[in-house]
């Protein structure tokens, strides 16, 4: 019984020995598989770490690759703008190019017309003083006084051509308006071989009347005899006055009897 007793323990403790043991095993083994799962977090770790890094790396190029792009649309717009600029400046270049050949054209033609003016400048003046010569006689020496200025601007060296030839135009534009004007003005002319003061009336360059200023004598300008007519006094003398009145502007216009002659036919 003792030994049964004794082997029934035996067996007992063997059992829990072996519980033991085994339960020793499986601890160590559990151990093992721990470790081996820290080795893989680790690797895990390491994985995302490098996916981390990589996607910062694809991150910042790709903020280089829109900067740049960004750069490249203002460095295209730029060189958009500077070739619309530049065929710009190349149209005006053109432009530039034809003014300035024009203009050495206009600087010859100028050299020739430079000796040709005073020339032209000379037949001029010589024209208008033969025209006033001819022409009804008033404002003769007004007239005479406005040529003989002109000459002196022509002679003259130290006046330019543009002078000279400014001097002659303005006698040409003065003698022109006296065509279509109408005057009144005093002064002193021969009559029946004496001097006589008279109230003188031009209309245009078609009648130039005098009377004198006591009334009695009316007369007007025989431009084909060059000499003083006398008129009808009974006749003229309130026509005279009207006409007086009318280009002294005292007076509104009016149809006005006068002595005008026919006109010729030019030679």
Do not use: C
Request: charged share 25%; aromatic share 6%; hydrophobic share 45%.
């Amino acid at each position: 019984m003792k030994n049964r007793r004794i082997t029934n323990m035996s067996m007992t403790a063997l059992a829990l020995l072996m519980s033991g043991i085994m339960g020793t095993a499986q601890a160590a083994e559990i151990l093992v598989d721990s470790s081996i799962l820290d080795r893989a977090m680790d690797v895990i770790g390491s994985r995302n770490t490098e996916v981390a890094k990589v996607q910062e790396d694809i991150n910042r190029l790709a903020n280089s690759a829109s900067s740049t792009f960004e750069e490249f649309k203002r460095q295209n717009d730029a060189l958009e703008a500077l070739l619309v600029l530049n065929a710009g400046l190349r149209r005006s270049v053109s432009i530039q190019n034809e003014y300035i050949i024009t203009l050495d054209e206009s600087i010859a033609g100028v050299e020739i017309v430079t000796r040709e003016i005073p020339l032209l400048m000379e037949k001029m003046l010589s024209s208008i003083e033969q025209f006033i010569a001819l022409d009804y006689p008033f404002q003769v020496e007004q007239r005479a006084n406005r040529i003989q200025f002109a000459r002196a601007a022509i002679e003259n060296p130290d006046v330019s051509i543009a002078e000279k030839f400014r001097q002659v135009l303005v006698m040409y534009q003065v003698e022109a308006a006296f065509g279509r004007t109408n005057d009144t003005y005093s002064t002193t002319i021969e009559i029946n071989g004496a001097e006589r003061d008279v109230n003188m009336v031009r209309v245009g360059r078609v009648a130039l009347m005098y009377q004198t200023t006591d009334r009695q004598i009316t007369g007007a300008w025989d431009n084909n005899a060059r000499q003083w007519v006398e008129l009808d006094a009974g006749q003229y003398r309130t026509e005279f006055q009207t006409a007086l009145r009318v280009a002294s502007n005292l007076a509104a216009p009016d149809i006005i009897d006068l002595p005008v002659l026919a006109p010729e036919l030019a030679q």
